[in-house]
């Protein structure tokens, strides 16, 4: 989807553009995902990415909007909060870290007590001691939005080239003239590889996008009668409601490679952190289960940018929160290619903090 995105973008700013995947785009991470917006950190090592997933979030009413008209296709977008559910004895200790953490990046958080916390959202466990609300939090039908993306972008005029797969990037001395392709060289002024998970795997992009794979399993359930409304997550689990019914348990974060197995562990461990968040899903019906690829980087940040060869720019790395990072991942790039200038800081994230050219991270291209 990613590069899906930049693609409708740069159409949209008037130039030419082609899309070229190996495959039927729209059928890896961003099909896989669970489509949660949450700019909310993980962990200390996520505080970074806080004021582009903020930007990000900031972009998606309008995005969605733009999306939904050009392709005439709806993408289940639900701005109604998250809530996460705290079980432990010491609820309260927590409940005041956690407020504190999200206040601290400018996100807003409300603790809520077990029964406010219930009235929101009666599935809830009777466990449940108390709970956060982050009311700008959201969802989307991340394989709605894919399938709508590409459809807005060919309707822009972008061209999507499926089963073109990338071999490498076609270099002329220190500049990018385009794309090789099995028995075929693209020529493009700007070339943005933004490959997902497999991204490494282009000939000249491994060194600034040293991306690898953590899948995750994921599992659909239905049940009739039960109504969630929010995105609930546990320490364990998330459950993500969808506008059709039915609810996504995910997600696994497993380092095993580029296969894609289920296996009985992992959903094991899906099915009971989903019992344990909302008992009622005992009688749900399994409707689906499937696995997918994030592409994680190094240090977990997002990979984007121009490179030091002068043409090329890396989208991916967006690991957990390629969906959330969607729109501001397009805009940043098409800014960039369309005026060498980025509205939102994104040197943290510069592809060249990791390639061995020794050049210094987020300098700007030499043209
Ligand atoms: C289980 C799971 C749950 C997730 N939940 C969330 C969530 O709740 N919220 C959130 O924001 N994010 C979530 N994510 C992360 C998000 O899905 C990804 O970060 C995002 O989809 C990455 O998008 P992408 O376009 O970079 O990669 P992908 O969607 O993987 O697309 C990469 C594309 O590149 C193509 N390609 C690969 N190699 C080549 C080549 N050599 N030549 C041409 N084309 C090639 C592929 O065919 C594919 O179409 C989740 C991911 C998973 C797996």
Avoid at 14 to 39: H, K
Avoid at 57 to 78: C, I, K
Avoid at 126 to 146: C, G, K, M
Avoid at 149 to 160: P, Y
């Amino acid at each position: 989807m990613i590069g899906g995105a930049i693609a409708l973008e740069l159409a949209r700013a008037g130039m030419r553009v082609g899309l070229f995947d190996r495959q039927q785009p729209g059928e890896e991470a961003s099909w896989a995902g669970a489509g949660i917006l949450s700019p909310a950190p993980e962990n200390a090592g996520m505080f970074p990415l806080v004021p582009l997933a903020k930007a990000s979030m900031a972009l998606y009413p309008e995005f969605v909007a733009q999306v939904e008209e050009s392709s005439g296709q709806r993408v289940g977008f639900r701005p109604k909060g998250t809530i996460e559910a705290l079980f432990s004895r010491d609820a309260r200790a927590e409940l005041s870290t956690i407020i504190a953490l999200h206040h601290g990046v400018g996100l807003r958080a409300e603790p809520l007590s077990a029964t406010d916390a219930r009235n929101l959202e009666p599935e809830l466990s009777e466990e449940v001691e108390a709970a956060v609300l982050r009311p700008e939090e959201a969802s989307v039908d991340n394989r709605a939005l894919t399938r709508a993306v590409l459809g807005a972008a060919r309707h822009e005029g972008v061209e999507i080239f499926s089963g073109s797969g990338v071999k490498g990037i076609w270099r002329e001395g220190a500049c990018c003239a385009g794309l090789l392709l099995e028995s075929e060289k693209i020529e493009a002024e700007w070339t943005v590889v933004a490959a997902g998970c497999f991204s490494a795997q282009i000939e000249g992009a491994a060194g600034y996008a040293p991306v690898r794979p953590a899948k995750g399993q994921m599992v659909a359930l239905r049940a009739e009668n039960l109504k969630i409304e929010r995105v609930l997550w546990s320490d364990k689990i998330y459950l993500v409601p969808r506008n059709d019914g039915r609810i996504l348990a995910g997600a696994t974060v497993e380092y095993v490679g580029f296969e894609k197995g289920l296996t009985a562990g992992g959903i094991e461990k899906l099915l009971a952190g989903a019992i344990e968040l909302a008992p009622s899903l005992t009688n749900a019906q399994i409707e689906e289960s499937w696995a997918g690829l994030r592409p994680d980087s190094p240090d977990h940040l997002p990979i984007l940018g121009p490179t030091d060869v002068e043409g090329l720019l890396i989208a991916t790395g967006h690991f957990r929160s390629g969906i959330l990072l969607t729109p501001i991942t397009a805009r940043l790039v098409r800014e960039w290619i369309t005026s060498q200038r980025v509205s939102v800081d994104w040197d943290r994230f510069s592809p060249l903090r990791f390639a061995t050219t020794g050049k210094a991270p987020g300098r700007k291209m030499q043209t």
